[in-house]
Each structure stands twice: as C-alpha cells, then as structure tokens.
C-alpha cells in the first residue's frame, strides 16, 4: 500500500492527541516529524503534550520539534478554558520518554521535505504560524508540499468570538500569508468538526479497545467533554483535529468544496472570522478546498482502528 509522508503541526490540546494517534496509527500516512506551536496553552506545554502523547502511543521513532511560542504579529491567545491549564486536563500525565530535538520546528520541516522523493503533506491542528514561517521564508519548497490541511475557521461562526473559530483568531495574518503563498490548501472548520462528537457510544468504543492508548484517552474525553458541556452548552464534545487528519487518513469520510476563501484581520469585532464564497458571490477564482461534509461513522471508525494500533 503506498503511503502519504506527512509533518503533523500541532498545539496540543485534547483534540491534538487524538489527531496524533489517528495519523500514527492509519496505514495512509507515514508520520516523517511533529512539530508545535504555541496555542490552546504555551510552547512548553504544546511541545511537552506532542511527547506525551507519543510516549502513550508506543511512538518512538518520531522527530518532535518546537516552533513559533506566538503569532507572527499579536500577542499569544490561549485556551485553557477548554483544555486545562496544561492544556491536557483530565488523566496524570506520564514523564514522556520522547526526547525533544534540537532542531526547530521550520528545520524540521525543511529537512524532511528535502530528504523527501515525494512532496509532503503538512497536516496542521493548531494556529497556521510554523507552516506561514516556512511558505515565507522557503518558497523555493513549495513545489515539495504536496498540500496543506488545516483545522481551523468555518462556513459558519465561531467559537473563540461570535465570527471566528480559534486557531483563526489567533493568527489570522499567519493564514492569510498561506492563502496568498498558491498551495495546495484545505479547511476543516467548526461546521463539519461539530459532528464529530464524543457521544457516550464513541468513548465506550473507544475505551473498550483496552490498550495503553485508549486507557489513557477516558479521562482525557470525560474532561474535554465536561468543560465543552460548561463552556458551550455541548456535553458531547467535539474532536475537532482528527478531522483534518482524516482529510488523508479517510478521504472518502471527508466532503470538500472549492471555492474562495478569506479571512479578516481588521475587523473589530470579525478578526479571525473565515470568509468562505460557497455561492461564488464574488466572483473569485477559487483558492482552497473547504470541508463541507463527514461521514460520521467512517470517521469513528478510522480513529478506532488506528488507536488499536498504537499501544
């Protein structure tokens, strides 16, 4: 089976871990490196959660490196609304037996596409900061990404502000320079990842797959859950990363439009807001791939099966 080299771009957050095992354990894609960027909570602790949540998985033979600790042009927004103040709240976390290297996030990322024969898929689940970095300072790499997917924005409203989805909000100006680079690029936004929901079914599922991985995943659902049941109203909450991994994971899973799409970074009250042409009002040559439909139960399925590889 050919497989698809992917560099996982991550601030984990809950819904990161579960996009990690979901990438390491489907048979599609071959993990070449993760990196992290400051997000849902800290550099530190994105960076420190990547590690734990490979050590989990019984993965140790994938580069981890840190990038940007903030936005290219505002101060850091976090998260720990949702995840915790070390940005996985719920389970104790182990002492990750992963090493960090030494290398930056966008060395990383620039090794493995050169040592690459195939072009590269970036798989990004936190703000786009680290992949805007490399577009603008290696655009002679372009033509070695493969394409970029990206959690992030919606057709619809947000969730950080009445407009804008998170990861969004937090650096809109990081996704407006990948917009403007030509890659391949898609969204996965707030309208399609809140049907991805941890129901009670799923996490049950999930648990009674009885390895290292799912045991560890119960108190890390059951807290996501609560504190998504307290914020929004949602006490099933929404795995919203994955859903970006499943874009190649799980192709079929996945529906996806192309049209034009934008994002403000001036508006008052709008920043970060996505501005997604579905009708083609504008008049806009279309610029990236927009999810638009899951295949809920495919998806579920393909996370399970790849977490009952993992250890």
């Known amino acids: 089976m050919s497989t698809i080299p992917v560099i996982v771009d991550c601030d984990p957050g809950h819904d990161d871990v579960v996009a990690l095992w979901l990438a390491l354990g489907n048979p599609t894609i071959d993990v070449r ?13 994105t960076t420190m959660n990547a590690r734990v949540a ?57 090794d493995v596409i050169e040592a690459s024969t195939e072009p590269i898929a970036i798989v990004a689940t936190g703000p786009i900061t680290n992949v805007a970095i490399l577009l603008r300072d290696r655009p002679d790499l372009m033509s070695r990404i493969r394409e970029v997917v990206w959690m992030g924005g919606s057709t619809e ?75 929004y109203g949602m006490p099933d909450g929404p795995l919203h990363d994955p859903v970006a991994v499943a874009v190649l994971a799980a192709p079929e899973t996945v529906e996806v439009v192309h049209v034009r799409l934008d994002v403000e970074t001036k508006g008052t009250h709008t920043a970060g ?39």
């Open 54 to 110: 490979l050590t989990v998985a019984g993965v140790n033979d994938v580069p981890i490196a840190a990038g940007a600790s903030g936005p290219l042009e505002r101060e850091l927004e976090t998260a720990e609304w949702i995840h915790g103040e070390n940005g996985l709240g719920g389970p104790e976390l182990p002492t990750p037996t992963m090493t960090l290297d030494e290398r930056s996030a966008q060395q990383l990322m620039v």
């Open 157 to 231: 409203r947000g969730n950080a502000t009445p407009y804008a989805e998170f990861n969004a909000l937090v650096d809109p100006e990081a996704l407006a320079l990948v917009l403007e680079s030509g890659v391949k690029f898609t969204m996965v936004g707030l309208n399609v990842t809140h049907q991805a929901l941890l129901t009670a079914e799923v996490r049950e599922r999930i648990i009674a797959i009885g390895n290292n991985t799912s045991r560890f995943s119960d108190d890390l659902m059951r807290f996501f859950c609560d504190t998504n049941e307290t914020v």
């Open 33 to 45: 490196g993760v990196t992290t960027v400051g997000g849902n909570v800290p550099l530190p602790l």
């Open 273 to 311: 807001a996505t501005s997604v042409d579905l009708h083609g009002l504008l008049d806009r040559e279309p610029n990236a791939y927009v999810a638009v439909g899951l295949d809920v139960d495919g998806f579920w399925n393909a996370v399970v099966d790849a977490i009952k590889t993992l250890d």
